[in-house]
């Protein structure tokens, strides 16, 4: 049998977050069913994640971190200093990788920083297909697939940044979910809207600190009653502060780094979290939520999902406060309609998976080369 091989471009860090290498976590999983080898390709940046994908069993090239970004980094990406290195230097770094390797493989980039100029020199060097995952469409890609996973009103915003014979992937249908979640799915009960069980969950690394802003309000005589999930990752640099805070609170529960995430999504009556694409992991179970903005990108898919209904967004952490979580929060305690229409909205608009499509047209790219 010829042996088919899949590279992901992906980094972690205290500046990027964990999204990114955990949703390839969740593609290289589903990969390894067609009998497919799975590397990663990483830069070593302060809070990475290359432990994590290497206890998983995953084979990881390291690429090794700079102090100083070249003068050629991509200078219209403002993402571009994620790379740590200049564009080119990267190229040149993940091509001398792969070089070595004999079997048929193709490159899946997960990357911010990472746009058709970095995709044409690589593919001058290999001439090997190219998936890109995606959803800023703020760039040109040159790529043979492209994934965007989150709601758009637009899904002819990328015919005008990608080849003509790239196969789009573009919606909330292609959302990569873990198999915990489709588990999950099948104990979902329908909420009755009062909240006895709230999760807090601002992703891996919560940059913005809103953690330990909503745990000043939770912590209130007035929450007593009521179980509270507090969630970070292993690159929460508060982590330690905040499992202590949560040692003391009675009702506080604490999880770091965690692979039952959604379970403690059924089982809580409303979410206080980060936007972006756990968005979409909470409205597949139904789970209302109050969400914070902790990055620019979060906006547009954002303010969708609160026109829908399926989210109540408070808008960018630098102009939410305590108080403003605290009145959002003590609203929707009193209405409780409110929360069991969220909960409606949010599991009517999931509908069916269709992320399968894509697993299968990436294979079918490996078959084409052999």
Same mark, same amino acid.
């Given at each position: 049998?010829?042996?088919?091989?899949?590279?992901?471009?992906?980094? +972690?860090?205290?500046?990027?977050?964990?999204?990114?290498?955990?949703?390839?976590?969740?593609?290289? %999983?589903?990969?390894?069913?067609?009998?497919?080898?799975?590397?990663?390709?990483?830069?070593?940046?302060?809070?990475?994640?290359?432990?994590? @994908?290497? =206890?998983?069993?995953?084979?990881?090239?390291?690429?090794?971190?700079?102090?100083?970004?070249?003068?050629?980094?991509? *200078? %219209?990406?403002?993402? #571009?200093?994620?790379?740590?290195?200049?564009?080119?230097?990267?190229?040149?770094?993940?091509?001398?990788?792969?070089?070595?390797?004999?079997?048929?493989?193709?490159?899946?980039?997960?990357?911010?920083?990472?746009?058709?100029?970095?995709?044409?020199?690589?593919?001058?060097?290999? #001439?090997?297909?190219?998936?890109?995952?995606?959803?800023?469409?703020?760039?040109?890609?040159?790529?043979?697939?492209?994934?965007?996973?989150?709601?758009?009103?637009?899904?002819?915003?990328? =015919?005008?940044?990608?080849? @003509?014979?790239?196969? %789009?992937?573009?919606?909330?249908?292609?959302?990569?979910?873990?198999? /915990?979640?489709?588990? $999950?799915?099948?104990?979902?009960?329908?909420?009755?809207?009062?909240?006895?069980?709230?999760?807090?969950?601002?992703? !891996?690394?919560?940059?913005?600190?809103?953690?330990?802003?909503?745990?000043? @309000?939770?912590?209130?005589?007035?929450?007593?009653?009521?179980?509270?999930?507090?969630? *970070?990752?292993?690159?929460?640099?508060?982590?330690?502060?905040? %499992?202590?805070?949560?040692?003391?609170?009675?009702?506080?529960?604490?999880?770091?780094?965690?692979?039952?995430?959604?379970?403690?999504?059924?089982?809580?009556?409303?979410?206080?979290? +980060?936007? #972006?694409?756990?968005?979409? $992991?909470?409205?597949?179970? !139904?789970?209302?939520?109050?969400?914070?903005?902790?990055?620019?990108?979060?906006?547009?898919?954002?303010?969708?999902?609160?026109?829908?209904? *399926?989210?109540?967004?408070?808008?960018?952490?630098?102009? *939410?406060?305590? /108080?403003?979580?605290?009145?959002?929060?003590?609203?929707?305690?009193?209405?409780?309609?409110?929360?069991?229409?969220?909960?409606?909205? +949010?599991?009517?608009?999931?509908?069916?998976?269709?992320?399968?499509?894509? @697993?299968?047209?990436?294979?079918?790219?490996?078959? $084409?080369?052999?």
């Amino acid at each position: 049998m010829i042996n088919r091989h899949i590279f992901f471009r992906v980094d +972690a860090s205290y500046e990027i977050g964990t999204g990114h290498v955990m949703r390839c976590l969740t593609l290289a %999983k589903l990969f390894t069913n067609f009998d497919i080898s799975i590397s990663f390709i990483c830069r070593d940046l302060p809070g990475n994640l290359i432990k994590l @994908i290497m =206890d998983l069993g995953y084979e990881v090239h390291i690429l090794p971190s700079s102090s100083k970004v070249s003068e050629t980094k991509i *200078v %219209k990406n403002p993402y #571009g200093g994620w790379l740590n290195v200049d564009w080119k230097t990267d190229v040149i770094q993940t091509v001398g990788i792969i070089s070595k390797v004999t079997t048929n493989y193709c490159l899946l980039i997960d990357h911010y920083a990472i746009d058709s100029n970095w995709e044409k020199l690589f593919y001058s060097y290999t #001439g090997k297909q190219i998936i890109v995952i995606d959803d800023l469409a703020n760039r040109s890609h040159f790529c043979n697939i492209l994934l965007d996973q989150n709601i758009t009103n637009n899904k002819e915003r990328y =015919d005008d940044l990608v080849p @003509i014979n790239c196969v %789009k992937f573009i919606g909330i249908e292609y959302v990569i979910l873990r198999t /915990e979640f489709y588990v $999950e799915k099948q104990k979902v009960k329908e909420r009755d809207g009062k909240i006895r069980r709230i999760l807090v969950f601002f992703g !891996g690394s919560d940059p913005t600190n809103e953690t330990l802003k909503t745990i000043q @309000i939770l912590k209130k005589p007035a929450y007593s009653d009521i179980h509270i999930d507090i969630v *970070v990752g292993n690159t929460n640099l508060n982590k330690e502060l905040i %499992k202590s805070l949560c040692d003391n609170v009675p009702n506080f529960y604490f999880h770091c780094q965690i692979s039952y995430i959604a379970k403690l999504m059924r089982l809580a009556d409303i979410s206080i979290g +980060a936007a #972006g694409t756990t968005t979409w $992991e909470r409205c597949y179970l !139904g789970l209302p939520t109050l969400t914070i903005e902790t990055a620019e990108n979060q906006n547009d898919i954002t303010n969708i999902a609160n026109d829908i209904g *399926v989210i109540c967004n408070l808008g960018k952490s630098s102009l *939410v406060t305590k /108080e403003r979580i605290e009145q959002e929060l003590n609203f929707l305690m009193q209405n409780p309609m409110k929360v069991i229409k969220m909960s409606q909205k +949010a599991l009517g608009l999931m509908g069916g998976n269709k992320l399968n499509n894509f @697993i299968e047209r990436v294979v079918e790219c490996l078959i $084409e080369q052999d």
